[in-house]
């Protein structure tokens, strides 16, 4: 269990105990137990859905304290794209001189590595036969429901860095190493991709800060920011990654966008059955909206969604003539992923397939006898989730309470037989009486 | 539709009921057998490559027939699909084999279906294939795929 990171955690002293969150699971992953969720850790993929629909705010997304900058000689900060779509302003000059303000040395926007990572996509496109559609790694919470829940696909991820990670390295290059740089994350599945990344063993961000609080602490500076702003320099490209539908802008006709986690389900079942191999590419989003619907995003996702959508307008589409050094970058696999993208096949029942097959066999067998309500009250999300986790080990027939109030009924009627059946020492007569009584009642 | 029964040997039997014209379903029994196989943890090639194929048989039944049954034994070295429906029946098998030889109704080729690839797209993803019919009862496909190894 201690293998994962998480960013979602579950704050014990603010959950009821409730059925929303395992529900909603796109991994069942939650289990209610002793009248509060429990989280399988290697289930978890971080997409932030339990955090979303818990009406106690009982789950939340760990993110750094901003006194980890003072741990650095000097600090960079990089914004998500779908910062810029937080704030009324028109001009995202001004936020990010607000950024800067708030106490960092530089900041080095997200949108311009994604500018760099769209020319690097497009070409990664033209040049890998790998499968078609190729699906983006950019969103963290989907490449990790790939590896739980669809191993056959990951095949078709693009395996390119994303504009986070990118943004941090050339930070560092071309900034100096010294620099710590901090992530102002729209999300948990972000600040995991940091603290645990897939494809590469330590990731180039230093530490991940809420986008709420962020948030806050730039209102703070945005007069002062209004009267020096800086100057963006990304373009249209990669602003426009901020909101879904951001990525396929750039990847042409025979691309497709889907954003939420239970949506992206659906489209790489799709995938998985050859039904999409017409598309040259997938953009798939954990959250409704893409990045602007973070659940540490500020804003009503969908505003966000058009003021990201205006502010690409505005900026224009750029070249791969507007990225320098990419040619060399792209040369030299900067880019790339260092390491494999594995399977985590935590869904099966056994390492051993004729062992699953038998536990299999017990688990339908356990669900055919349990009511079908699927109502959650014994913590699992299902009645199959309830079979699944008997069969585990980790759960009994009797937390259906259905099956408990069936067995008290059975339990009941036998003390009655029991309080009816007089003894032999009170003679037969009595047990003759009883008898005659029966036939009257039945009469 | 989902019906699983309690049988001797080591297998797990999937049964799903197919319906003319239902668009709306059709998938579930492919749905049903991978979810079947990823909790086996079978390997993922293998997986993909009897989702692909229970798809387009399902599809098939959907689009030309007027109800059939799927049934999937799952095994671990060996799957084998055998999809029956009650319906027109194949005149020409070879015919039907071909790339882009498809009867499909136009309504249907409409709604991005029916392209005559659906048999030639199972073939690629099986190890064997076998195709019985009779013209005015029905068509019998048997399906079977081996595990080629662990992951």
Known sequence: ?443 | MNDARPNNDSRIVLEFRIKGMDFTTAGEAATGIKRTMTQLGMPADMIRRVASATYEAEINVVIHAHRGCLVAKIGPERIEICVEDEGPGIPDIDLAMQDGYSTAPTHVREMGFGAGMGLTNIKRCVDQMHLDSVVDKGTTLRLLFFSKGRE
């Open chain 1, 1 to 443: 269990m201690a293998d994962y990171y998480h960013s979602v955690t579950l704050d014990a002293e603010k959950c009821k105990g409730c059925t929303n969150c395992i529900k909603r699971c796109p991994t069942e992953a939650i289990r209610v137990r002793d009248g509060r969720a429990w989280i399988f850790e290697e289930r978890c993929i971080d997409c932030g859905e339990c955090i979303r629909v818990c009406p106690n705010h009982a789950k939340l997304a760990v993110t750094d304290s901003l006194d980890l900058v003072k741990a650095y000689p000097k600090s960079v900060i990089i914004p998500a794209p779908a910062f810029m779509g937080q704030f009324p302003t028109p001009d995202p000059g001004v936020v990010l001189s607000a950024l800067r303000l708030i106490g960092f040395d530089e900041v080095y926007e997200v949108a311009l590595a994604a500018d760099a990572v769209s020319m690097a996509m497009r070409r990664y496109l033209k040049e890998h036969s790998s499968p078609r559609p190729l699906i983006s790694s950019a969103c963290p919470a989907v490449v990790r429901l790939i590896q739980v829940r669809f191993p056959a696909l990951l095949d078709h991820l693009i395996k390119l860095e994303s504009p986070m990670e990118m943004a941090a390295k050339i930070a560092k290059d071309t900034l100096g190493p010294e620099h710590g740089v901090f992530f102002v994350s729209p999300c948990p599945a972000k600040v995991t991709a940091i603290k645990q990344p897939v494809g590469r063993d330590k990731s180039a961000v230093d530490g991940a800060f809420s986008m709420s609080a962020i948030y806050a602490e730039c209102l703070r500076q945005m007069e002062h920011a209004a009267r020096a702003p800086l100057i963006p320099k990304a373009s249209g490209y990669g602003m426009g990654w901020g909101r879904s539908g951001g990525e396929t802008t750039i990847m042409g006709r025979d691309s497709l966008a889907v954003d939420g986690i239970h949506q992206c389900i659906k489209v790489f079942e799709e995938v998985e059955r050859d039904k999409l191999a017409g598309l040259d590419f997938i953009e798939a989003q954990a959250c409704v909206t893409g990045c602007v619907g973070g659940c540490l995003a500020v804003e009503n996702p969908f505003v966000a969604r058009v003021r990201v959508r205006n502010l690409a307008a505005e900026r224009g589409a750029h070249g791969e003539e507007a990225t320098p050094g990419l040619e060399q970058r792209l040369k030299s696999d900067y880019f790339t992923y260092l390491s494999e993208v594995k399977a985590r096949p935590v869904l099966r029942l056994d390492d051993d397939i004729s062992r699953a097959i038998d536990k299999l066999r017990q688990l339908e067998a356990v669900e055919d006898q349990l009511p079908g309500l699927d109502c959650g009250a014994c913590g699992a999300p299902s009645c199959r989730a309830l079979a699944e986790d008997i069969v585990r080990g980790y759960a009994d027939e009797m937390d259906c309470v259905l099956k408990l109030r069936e067995r008290v009924h059975g339990m009941a009627e036998e003390i009655v037989d029991l309080a009816r059946h007089l003894p032999r020492s009170m003679g037969m007569k009595s047990h003759t009486q009883q008898s005659e009584d029966d036939d009257g009642e039945a009469g």
